[in-house]
């Protein structure tokens, strides 16, 4: 199964039909927990159980549930996409183990698809939401709070630094894989321009790019 993704829109919806969550930034993963072990499946299909060991206590949310949410590593408070690069190129289990140690990450576990067998993804948010809140989550598993005023919540997340707000009807069903206009989300996307001086490659996998060094215009 693929995850609902969300419509990008440049205003919050308003209206009580619509409940607001903070957009994180980070890798989407769900977590598929089945016979005492869990698969941890990105949104390309891919296979990222190993690369987080310290979310093997998914396994012991319940016997059968499919689970959806957002893998951030936090720095200062706040979900670090920087961080969290180094945690999603370890793909041997040894260097795994090790940044799990160092740089532990969170899942941010924001909707269920899936409970003893039954497909939920008919029921609406808010069901799925109430199933969800039954489930007793484990250690780095946190369950997101969701908001009444979308627009507050923008505000709230630009001051601090976050990515954004996702909001949801309340009545929407789960959707896989489609980009539906009943889940929408507002990024905040600042700019500023740079001069590229140099960069280096991924050092835990090699592959890609790990590093830019980049030089800012000074102050007038």
């Given at each position: ?6 419509t ?6 308003t ?6 969550e903070?957009k ?18 990105a949104r390309s ?5 190993a ?5 093997a206590?998914l ?14 590593a936090m ?12 945690r999603?190129?370890?793909r041997?289990?040894?260097?795994a183990?090790r940044?799990?140690?160092?740089n532990p990450?969170?899942y941010?576990?924001f909707?269920?698809?899936r409970?003893?067998g039954?497909?939920?993804c008919?029921l609406?948010?808010?069901?799925r939401r109430s ?13 997101p709070?969701?908001?009444?005023d979308?627009?507050?919540l ?12 996702v ?5 929407s069903?789960?959707e ?10 507002v990024?905040?996307?600042p700019?500023?321009s740079v001069?590229v ?9 090699g ?8 030089g ?5």
């Amino acid at each position: 199964m693929q995850p609902m993704l969300a419509t990008p829109t440049g205003q919050v919806p308003t209206g009580p039909s619509w409940v607001h969550e903070v957009k994180w930034d980070g890798m989407r993963i769900l977590a598929d927990v089945h016979d005492g072990r869990v698969h941890l499946r990105a949104r390309s299909g891919a296979d990222a159980t190993a690369r987080f060991p310290e979310l093997a206590g998914l396994a012991d949310v319940h016997p059968d549930v499919l689970l959806d949410g957002e893998v951030v590593a936090m720095a200062g408070g706040r979900p670090s996409f920087s961080r969290l690069i180094e945690r999603i190129h370890a793909r041997d289990a040894a260097t795994a183990r090790r940044l799990a140690q160092e740089n532990p990450v969170t899942y941010m576990c924001f909707d269920v698809m899936r409970l003893d067998g039954h497909d939920l993804c008919a029921l609406p948010w808010r069901d799925r939401r109430s199933l969800l809140e039954s489930l007793d989550l484990p250690a780095r598993t946190l369950l997101p709070p969701v908001y009444p005023d979308g627009e507050s919540l923008l505000e709230a997340t630009a001051l601090q630094g976050l990515e954004g707000v996702v909001s949801k009807r309340a009545t929407s069903r789960y959707e896989p894989g489609q980009r539906s206009r009943h889940w929408r989300k507002v990024a905040h996307r600042p700019t500023t321009s740079v001069v590229v001086g140099g960069w280096r490659p991924e050092l835990t996998s090699g592959m890609g790019l790990g590093a830019l060094l980049v030089g800012l215009p000074s102050p007038q």
